[in-house]
């Protein structure tokens, strides 16, 4: 067991007899952690979530004050998007998935929940509604940040949902299977897309599902009340049995974004970098008629290039690999020229990976260990890899 944003979450599952040794190197969880990880590849893997940061946003005036705090624009009712928030300099400020729960003016869809009992996370109304995802470690910094520009006409309200909200999230080619044995509406991929996310019932059990995994397979997250998450977790692994589950723990679910290319908020993003150069300016929209916070600094870095570039390393790893903070040298000069933001071993691949920022004027050198990454004292040869070591295309997600 370990610490994820203020929880005891389960790291990894040992087998009888198998203790956590410390070490910076790779050490006795090693060969689990990487079960983990291609069990989830080959059928479905099921994962803790409730450490994530989750805020509802209400009101008539919701979506105008998210189009103008918010870089991403607006998704349609029913629908998920990724959602950079900016800083007036047009830094980072924010990394979170944002959801339009807003019921249709029409009325629920054909068998939708409709679970209205006055809480705010499940109340059936035509009024706009909106649910943000973010990084639980910072879920205070974020709520001074949105209460600080809510507008005082009380247009619009938000609430930091805490663990008044749980989440379980289900990845892997056979998500989709599980998922529609406890489902009791249709849950293909026609009925519901990627990135679409709707209040359901499982089983009786009244849920919101978003059909997203930062896993970067194919996945869903599981949102519910704390007194049902047990029964739902129960539920899970009662018909996931012919579909291989098994329970994934913090760092597999870490190595498994690595071979993706995902960073994370407090490591890849942060206020001091720009969506140009961490990679989230194809999130901020140039194009939507929101002067939101940041745009117009945004986009003069988009103009001049900004001067660092986040990129992905395959490193030539021993028994240890990059863990965040290591120095990066280019053509063996002896001074740095940029840093690792995180890293790891990226078990389904197979490989040693590393994130980091060097500077925008190396990020196309993508010769074969044309850097190189100082662990533990030692330099090890490291390449630049521009495509996702799974999944390079996307289509697993997205089937």
Avoid at 20 to 47: I, N, P, T
Avoid at 191 to 206: C, H, Q, S
Wanted: glycine share 12%.
């Amino acid at each position: 067991m370990g610490d994820g944003w203020g929880l005891e979450v389960p790291l990894w599952y040992a087998p009888a007899g198998v203790k956590d040794e410390h070490s910076f190197r790779r050490s006795a969880d090693f060969e689990h952690v990487g079960a983990e990880c291609r069990a989830l590849r080959e059928g479905v893997g099921l994962v803790e979530a409730s450490g994530f940061a989750k805020y509802i946003v209400t009101g008539e005036g919701a979506e105008a004050w998210l189009d103008g705090i918010l870089a991403c624009r607006i998704p349609k009712p029913g629908r998920m998007t990724l959602a950079p928030m900016l800083k007036h300099d047009g830094k980072v400020i924010g990394d979170f998935s944002l959801a339009n729960l807003t019921k249709p003016k029409a009325g629920v869809s054909e068998g939708a929940a409709d679970i209205g009992d006055g809480n705010p996370l499940t109340a059936a109304s035509e009024a706009p509604k909106f649910l943000i995802l973010g990084a639980g470690n910072a879920e205070t910094y974020h709520m001074r940040w949105f209460l600080k520009h809510l507008p005082d006409d009380g247009s619009v309200q938000i609430d930091a949902l805490g663990l008044a909200m749980n989440g379980l999230s289900i990845s892997g080619p056979k998500s989709r299977d599980l998922l529609a044995a406890i489902a009791d509406e249709d849950v293909s991929h026609d009925a519901m897309k990627f990135m679409d996310i709707r209040e359901m019932t499982l089983d009786g059990i009244p849920c919101i599902v978003g059909r997203v995994s930062f896993t970067g397979d194919l996945g869903y997250e599981i949102w519910m009340k704390p007194e049902y998450q047990r029964r739902i977790y129960d539920l899970l692994h009662e018909h996931g049995g012919e579909f291989g589950i098994r329970n994934v723990g913090l760092r597999a679910f870490l190595s498994l974004r690595l071979e993706k290319k995902f960073g994370t908020w407090g490591r890849e993003y942060r206020p001091i970098y720009s969506p140009v150069e961490c990679g989230l300016d194809r999130f901020c929209s140039t194009k939507k008629e929101a002067d939101y916070i940041g745009r117009a600094a945004f986009e003069e870095a988009r103009a001049d290039g900004a001067t660092l570039r986040l990129k992905t390393f395959v490193v030539d790893a021993g028994d240890a690999d990059a863990i965040g903070d290591e120095p990066v040298f280019h053509n063996g000069d002896a001074a740095a020229v940029g840093w690792i933001t995180s890293g790891g071993f990226a078990h389904a691949a197979g490989k040693s990976v590393a994130m980091g920022y060097i500077p925008k004027e190396m990020a196309d050198d993508a010769g074969e260990g044309a850097f190189e990454i100082e662990i533990l004292g030692e330099r090890r040869k490291a390449t630049i890899t521009d495509t996702p070591l799974f999944d390079a295309n996307g289509s697993r997600m997205r089937s």
